[in-house]
């Protein structure tokens, strides 16, 4: 599920929750019943786990300039 942002041109801002990629261009205000347009805002990124977010920087550093390895860890040169 996923919270939506929708604006009252009475009332203000409210959110709706619904299904992923299911939200209405406009839905009834809770309180007053008028058509409300949603408004469109940035995903909530900052509210991600802090080590979720710092192992997806991490990937991403390393698909762009991975590290290069001359060997295994924990094994001994020839």
Not at 16 to 44: F, N
Not at 56 to 69: G, M, N, T
Request: hydrophobic residues 35%.
């Amino acid at each position: 599920m996923a919270t939506y942002a929708y604006r009252c041109p009475d009332c203000g801002a409210f959110d709706v929750t619904r299904p992923m990629g299911e939200a209405p261009e406009r839905v009834d205000c809770p309180r007053c019943a008028a058509p409300s347009p949603r408004q469109w805002t940035a995903p909530l990124l900052a509210q991600m786990n802090p080590a979720l977010r710092s192992a997806l920087a991490r990937e991403e550093k390393s698909s762009d300039s991975p590290e290069v390895v001359t060997r295994a860890s924990g094994t001994a040169r020839r």
